[in-house]
């Protein structure tokens, strides 16, 4: 084996085990799951279902919590899917026309 070859997996298997670790130090600090101390059973919670209509004036909990309270939220989750899919369009027009381009220097 080159010695690339050999410092590229190391480092792979040094960044996997890094990356490992923080996320089993990140579960570990999580929350027992059904305590009401919780930050999950906390006001927001409350507010939501018994305000959203009121604040809104929506009759949808769901769309009011999406549009009103996660608006900026909701937003920015739908530009990263919009430049996601402009990307791969992107790439799909590149490839074609580099197809087409090989064949139509082949045919000549």
Do not use: C, Q
Not at 8 to 13: A, E, G, L, P
Not at 24 to 46: F, H, R
């Amino acid at each position: 084996m080159s010695l690339k070859r050999i410092l590229f997996y190391s480092m792979s298997i040094t960044l996997v085990t890094m990356i490992s670790f923080m996320l089993m130090l990140a579960v570990t600090e999580m929350p027992v799951y059904g305590n009401l101390d919780n930050p999950t059973n906390n006001e927001v919670y409350e507010r939501y279902v018994n305000k959203s209509v009121e604040e809104s004036g929506g009759t949808n909990i769901v769309a009011n919590i999406l549009l009103d309270y996660r608006g900026y939220d909701t937003l920015m989750e739908s530009t990263v899917l919009f430049a996601t899919v402009i990307a791969i369009m992107l790439v799909w027009g590149t490839r074609s026309v580099s197809k087409e381009d090989e064949h139509e220097e082949n045919v000549e």
